[in-house]
């Protein structure tokens, strides 16, 4: 584990959501709408693993929806944070300090999500831990990329190896930085799906999200 990074996330956990991204609550449910509905479809009482769970502000929605859910981050302040969050709105969902690529599972998950914006900068070896992952999963895998990182085309094709489906990608449009109007972030949004616009945040400060399924 690199104890520093952890340190890091330690000491900003509190209201580090509501520090750190400017269109909280329009990104958060945005996520949460992708990641039950793109691919293969989430239901009420399916299971979510996600890694870099961060202060919980994207599992209490998960959670709110109906979805088991399971929380991984290697900093304890961050898990520390987000189980609070999720006991003062009485709701229930468990929480792990770990490492990604040290975390074993021993049951089954419907979907494995990462949204954490650097899990193929962050991760030494995202083949091996997506392969490692894969046998538990039974819907899908979904992980944000930042396009100015790394090649979107090796990242799809690490999943493609790490024996997952229908592999493919799509551009999230919400801006982490810059408060815009709700107009404009439904006008973005709609963009997303314009083909001739997918290869925008290859060089704007978006994000991409990657998907694959199992079966």
């Given at each position: 584990m690199n104890v520093e990074l952890a340190g890091k996330y330690d000491r900003i956990s509190e209201r580090f959501s509501e520090t750190s991204y400017a269109n909280l609550a329009?990104?958060?449910?945005?996520?949460?709408?992708?990641?039950?509905?793109?691919?293969?479809?989430?239901?009420?009482?399916?299971?979510?693993?996600?890694?870099?769970?961060?202060?919980?502000?994207?599992?209490?929605?998960?959670?709110?929806?109906?979805?088991?859910?399971?929380?991984?981050?290697?900093?304890?302040?961050?898990?520390?944070?987000?189980?609070?969050?999720?006991?003062?709105?009485?709701?229930?969902?468990?929480?792990?300090?770990?490492?990604?690529?040290?975390?074993?599972?021993s049951e089954p998950v419907d979907a494995l999500v990462s949204f954490m914006g650097t899990f193929f900068f962050f991760i030494g070896d995202p083949l091996t831990v997506l392969k490692t992952l894969r046998p538990y999963i039974r819907k899908k895998v979904m992980l944000d990329f930042n396009p100015r990182q790394g090649d979107l085309r090796v990242a799809?094709?690490?999943?493609?190896?790490?024996?997952?489906?229908?592999?493919?990608?799509?551009?999230?449009?919400?801006?982490?930085?810059?408060?815009?109007?709700?107009?404009?972030?439904?006008?973005?949004?709609?963009c997303e799906d314009i083909p001739i616009l997918r290869s925008i945040p290859l060089r704007w400060k978006f994000l991409v999200l990657l998907k694959g399924e199992v079966g």
């Amino acid at each position: 584990m690199n104890v520093e990074l952890a340190g890091k996330y330690d000491r900003i956990s509190e209201r580090f959501s509501e520090t750190s991204y400017a269109n909280l609550a329009f990104d958060m449910e945005r996520r949460l709408f992708l990641a039950t509905t793109w691919g293969k479809p989430l239901n009420s009482g399916d299971s979510v693993l996600e890694l870099g769970c961060g202060d919980g502000y994207l599992a209490r929605l998960f959670v709110e929806r109906g979805l088991r859910y399971w929380g991984v981050d290697m900093s304890s302040g961050m898990v520390a944070t987000a189980e609070r969050r999720l006991s003062e709105a009485g709701l229930k969902a468990n929480f792990t300090v770990s490492d990604v690529s040290q975390l074993a599972l021993s049951e089954p998950v419907d979907a494995l999500v990462s949204f954490m914006g650097t899990f193929f900068f962050f991760i030494g070896d995202p083949l091996t831990v997506l392969k490692t992952l894969r046998p538990y999963i039974r819907k899908k895998v979904m992980l944000d990329f930042n396009p100015r990182q790394g090649d979107l085309r090796v990242a799809v094709e690490t999943l493609k190896q790490a024996g997952f489906t229908n592999v493919s990608w799509r551009p999230f449009f919400v801006s982490k930085a810059k408060k815009m109007p709700l107009g404009v972030l439904k006008t973005l949004v709609a963009c997303e799906d314009i083909p001739i616009l997918r290869s925008i945040p290859l060089r704007w400060k978006f994000l991409v999200l990657l998907k694959g399924e199992v079966g």
